[in-house]
């Protein structure tokens, strides 16, 4: 079992940057590949960015060149940057911890962006 926590969300104006964190205690880290899902209001969950055990990413098409996954296996954590929001990037952000065949997911936190 993996225990994923988020922090880092929250409300933000367009134009804006912010950066999640998902930490994993406890957890074998640096065997699993990592990735950030997000889920907006009536949509279905998406990937936004993903990070293999051997550091090769992965974006979605519509946050190439503005956001940027990273982990830190020392510290059992991977990171979101998100730069120059829009108001389209407005959802619930989830942590993933994949070791094939098992997902685990993080609770999840909101990230507002509107004027």
């Known amino acids: 079992q993996v225990q994923l926590v988020e922090s880092g969300g929250g409300w933000l104006q367009p134009g804006g940057s912010l950066r999640l964190s998902c930490a994993a205690p406890?957890?074998?880290?640096?065997?699993?590949?990592m990735a950030w899902h997000r889920q907006a209001p009536g949509k279905q969950r998406e990937l936004v960015a993903s990070?293999?055990?051997?550091?090769?990413?992965n974006y979605a098409d519509s946050v190439k060149g503005r956001f940027t996954i990273s982990r830190d296996d020392a510290k059992k954590a991977v990171y979101l940057q998100m730069n120059s929001l829009k108001p389209e990037d407005t959802a619930v952000y989830y942590c993933?911890?994949?070791?094939?065949?098992?997902?685990?997911w993080g609770q999840g936190t909101q990230v507002t962006v509107s004027s």
């Open positions: 993933n911890a994949r070791l094939k065949p098992i997902d685990y």
């Open positions: 406890g957890s074998i880290f640096r065997i699993y590949d």
């Open positions: 990070i293999t055990s051997g550091g090769w990413t």
